[in-house]
Nanobody, 127 residues
Framework: QVGLVESGGGLAQPGGFLRLSCAASGTFFSISTMSWYRQALGKQREGVSCIGPSDQHTVIADSVKGRFTISRDSAKNTVYLQISHLQPEDTAAYYC????????????????????WGQGTLVTVSS
């Protein structure tokens, strides 16, 4: 069993910076790929970034490329999402997701790829 807890959300100004964290607990050694998704009010959840098990391979959605960075600290069992140049359109609940080693892979932003999800952290971008 794996538990995922996101943090770091809150109110931020346009043009600002946030770093979200996703701390994993449980059998962390069995986690393969981890991703960040977001869901704005009234919209479908969308994948925004993904990091592979080796930490060398990352995928960033075209819609946020250049502003979002994903990283992973295996020693702390934590994945981070750095968001720069915040825009009001970034307002959403942000979720992390984890794939367990050996499970089926459907692609970085296909929700079927992920076995565990966090409860989300809310980001509001407003002046």
């Amino acid at each position: 069993q794996v538990g995922l807890v996101e943090s770091g959300g809150g109110l931020a100004q346009p043009g600002g910076f946030l770093r979200l964290s996703c701390a994993a607990s449980g059998t962390f050694f069995s986690i393969s790929t981890m991703s960040w998704y977001r869901q704005a009010l009234g919209k479908q959840r969308e994948g925004v970034s993904c990091i592979g098990p080796s930490d060398q391979h990352t995928v960033i959605a075209d819609s946020v490329k250049g502003r979002f960075t994903i990283s992973r600290d295996s020693a702390k069992n934590t994945v981070y999402l750095q968001i720069s140049h915040l825009q009001p359109e970034d307002t959403a609940a942000y979720y992390c997701a984890a794939l367990i080693v050996g499970r089926s892979w459907y692609g970085p932003f296909d929700e079927k790829s992920y076995d565990y999800w966090g409860q989300g952290t809310l980001v509001t971008v407003s002046s």
